[in-house]
T-cell receptor
Framework: EPEVTQTPSHQVTQMGQEVILRCVPISNHLYFYWYRQILGQKVEFLVS????????KSEIFDDQFSVERPDGSNFTLKIRSTKLEDSAMYFC??????????FGSGTRLTVV | AQSVTQLGSHVSVSEGALVLLRCNYS??????LFWYVQYPNQGLQLLLK??????LVKGINGFEAEFKKSETSFHLTKPSAHMSDAAEYFCAVSADSGGSNYKLTFGKGTLLTVNP
């Protein structure tokens, strides 16, 4: 069964550093998403991406965050200057038209 | 606006016992409701979804959930727990179900442990 692949599984970074979280969605999917889960809290929507542009973003997704699909296969989430409160599990997901999400296994980001 | 409340962050049952995980939702539009399961070190896997057809929804691994509009609930049940059911379970709501682009609003999750 096709999978959404996320790398790395765990990343530790120093506060103020830039991080890029990588995702390889399923090849025929059209819509791409990032969600995050801070430890002990809810899984939260960050951003959706369709046709090479952001279609919706939450209030969490401020100027420190960006997404892109640089080569038509990878889908990346960049955090420009990480803060302690960015420590969370980040999930990538994709869907084809009119179907259910397929989630990746997540990247645990720890900011120290 | 939509929200989900999962009652009980941790539920513990004995193997063979009934599993009941509670979910209540709030939605200003007719909701679409989902249950996801997460096993350790894995992604979120869809168990079942309600999309305004039958109110009793059957999912994978013997789970089912019943949509009760009057109670704004979508509780997840399984008649007999198995050790392999131990995982974290998330209830989620959406205003759509994949017609095009849709986002999910999740609850905090319930960790299910199954005792031998």
């Amino acid at each position: 069964e096709p999978e959404v692949t996320q790398t790395p599984s765990h990343q530790v970074t120093q506060m103020g550093q830039e991080v890029i979280l990588r995702c390889v969605p399923i090849s025929n999917h059209l819509y791409f998403y990032w969600y995050r889960q801070i430890l002990g809290q809810k899984v939260e929507f960050l951003v959706s991406f369709y046709n090479n542009e952001i279609s919706e973003k939450s209030e969490i997704f401020d100027d420190q965050f960006s997404v892109e699909r640089p080569d038509g296969s990878n889908f990346t989430l960049k955090i420009r200057s990480t803060k302690l409160e960015d420590s969370a599990m980040y999930f990538c997901a994709s869907i084809p038209q009119g179907s259910s999400y397929t989630f990746g296994s997540g990247t645990r980001l720890t900011v120290v | 606006a939509q929200s989900v409340t999962q009652l009980g962050s941790h539920v513990s049952v004995s193997e063979g016992a009934l599993v009941l995980l509670r979910c209540n939702y709030s939605s200003s539009v007719p909701p679409y409701l989902f249950w996801y399961v997460q096993y350790p070190n894995q992604g979120l896997q869809l168990l079942l979804k309600y999309t305004s057809a039958a109110t009793l929804v059957k999912g994978i691994n013997g789970f089912e959930a019943e949509f009760k509009k009057s109670e704004t609930s979508f509780h997840l049940t399984k008649p007999s727990a198995h050790m392999s059911d131990a995982a974290e379970y998330f209830c989620a709501v959406s205003a759509d179900s994949g017609g095009s682009n849709y986002k999910l609003t999740f609850g905090k999750g319930t960790l299910l442990t199954v005792n031998p």
